[in-house]
C-alpha cells in the first residue's frame, strides 16, 4: 500500500493527514515544526507501515515547509512540494469554500495522490543562491539610496550641514562596499567545474553564473529544456475558451523573480555579441515585436544553451544550436 501523509504546515505547528491509496483518512495528528517533533512521528508512521511506501507532501510556503522538507528527505522519505494555488482551486471547487487547517492537510494528501508536485531536492549551493540574492538586493537598494542623496543634496543645497552630508556619503560607500563583499564571498563559494563552464557562454559572467546555480540547483530534474522554461516562469500563459486553448502572449512569471532578471540580462548583453542569439533577436525585431518580447525570446534560446552546457560538461560552442524549446 502507498500512503501519502499530507501536511498543512504552519510557522509554529503543522496539522498532518495520512491517506491511503484510495485517498482514504486513516490518521489526523498535530506536532510542533521543528526537526525533532517531525522526526518523531515521521519514524512513528514509518515503523507502523514498514511493509509500505510513505511520501511526505506539502505546499510551497517559502521557509516554514522547509523544515519538514529536509527531515523528509535526510530520513530518507520521498517529500512532494506543490505550489499552494493547487490548494486554493480545490477549496474554491469545494464545497465548504473555505480553507481549514484540519481539512487542508487531507487535501494536500489527495493532492499528492493525485500525482501533483515535485520531488524535493535540497539546495546544492545555498550559500551561493542567499549571497546571489543579498547582492542584488543590495544592487537595488544602492541605486534608490544613490537617487535620494542627489535628491535630498538638491533639495536642500547649502542647507545641508557638513555632518549629514558626510553621514550620507558614509551610507552610500557602506552599502557599495558591502555588495562588493558579498560578490567576493559569492563568488568563492560558487567554485567549481559548472561555475566556470556557465562562465564560457555569452553574457554569462560570474554573478549570472553564480545566480544560476543557486536558482535552479539541479540541472538533472529538468528532463527537457521546456521544463527549465517553465521552471524559470518564460513560458506562455495558456487562456481556456470552451475547447479551444490559446496563448495569452503574457509570461507565466512562476518561479524565482531573481533567475528571471538574470536571464533577461544576459540575454541583452548575449543578443548584442553572440552572432546566433543576434539574429534571433533581429528577426523578431524585424516581425515588428516589441524589445520585451524579442529579449523574451532569446533568453529561452539561451536558458537551452545554459542546460546544454551544464548537463554535458563542456564549453559553450558559438556554432550550437538548440532544438526549439
Known amino acids: 500500500m502507498h500512503y501519502f501523509l499530507g501536511c498543512d504546515v504552519a ?3 503543522i496539522d498532518m493527514s ?3 491509496s ?5 490518521l489526523a495528528t498535530k506536532v510542533a515544526n521543528n526537526t525533532s517533533a517531525i522526526t518523531i512521528i515521521l ?3 514509518a515503523t507502523k507501515y514498514m511493509d509500505d511506501r510513505l511520501t511526505v507532501v506539502t505546499e510551497s510556503t517559502g521557509i516554514y515547509h522547509l523544515e519538514l522538507a529536509k527531515t523528509a528527505y535526510q530520513l530518507g522519505f520521498d517529500c512532494i512540494v506543490f505550489n499552494p494555488i493547487l490548494t486554493k482551486q480545490q477549496t474554491k471547487a ?3 469554500g473555505k480553507k481549514t487547517d484540519k481539512t487542508d492537510a487531507t487535501m494536500i494528501a489527495r493532492i499528492g495522490l493525485r500525482g501533483e508536485g515535485r520531488q524535493f531536492i535540497p539546495d546544492r549551493y545555498p550559500a551561493v543562491k542567499n549571497y546571489a540574492r543579498s547582492a542584488q538586493k543590495l544592487s537595488v537598494l544602492s541605486s534608490s539610496f544613490r537617487r535620494h542623496h542627489e535628491h535630498t543634496s538638491s533639495q536642500l543645497d547649502e542647507h545641508l550641514s557638513a555632518e549629514s552630508a558626510e553621514l550620507l556619503l558614509g551610507i552610500q560607500k557602506a552599502i557599495d562596499d558591502a555588495k562588493r563583499q558579498l560578490y567576493q564571498d559569492m563568488t568563492i563559494s560558487a567554485q567549481g567545474s559548472i561555475f566556470r563552464l556557465l562562465q564560457t557562454i555569452t553574457g554569462v559572467g560570474p554573478y549570472i553564473a553564480a545566480s544560476l546555480m ?3 540547483r539541479d540541472m538533472e530534474r529538468f528532463k527537457t529544456a521546456k521544463a527549465l522554461i517553465a521552471y524559470s516562469g518564460l513560458d506562455p500563459k495558456i487562456r481556456q475558451s470552451g475547447h479551444t486553448l490559446n496563448s495569452t502572449g503574457r509570461l507565466t512569471k512562476r518561479g524565482s523573480t531573481y533567475l528571471r532578471r538574470n536571464l533577461f ?6 543578443r548584442q555579441h553572440d552572432e546566433y542569439l543576434k539574429s534571433i533577436y533581429d528577426k523578431k525585431r524585424a516581425e515588428g515585436k516589441s524589445y520585451k518580447v ?3 525570446v532569446v533568453a529561452r534560446k539561451l536558458l537551452a544553451i545554459i542546460r546544454a552546457v551544464w548537463l554535458s560538461g563542456k564549453a559553450y560552442d558559438p556554432n550550437f544550436r538548440p532544438n526549439n524549446p
Open 294 to 296: 524579442a529579449i523574451c
Open 11 to 13: 510557522k509554529l505547528k
Open 18 to 20: 495520512l491517506v491511503d
Open 214 to 216: 543557486g536558482e535552479i
Open 265 to 270: 540580462i544576459a540575454a541583452g548583453v548575449a
Open 22 to 26: 484510495n485517498g482514504v483518512e486513516i
Open 43 to 45: 519514524s512513528a508512521v
Open 94 to 96: 469545494s464545497i465548504r
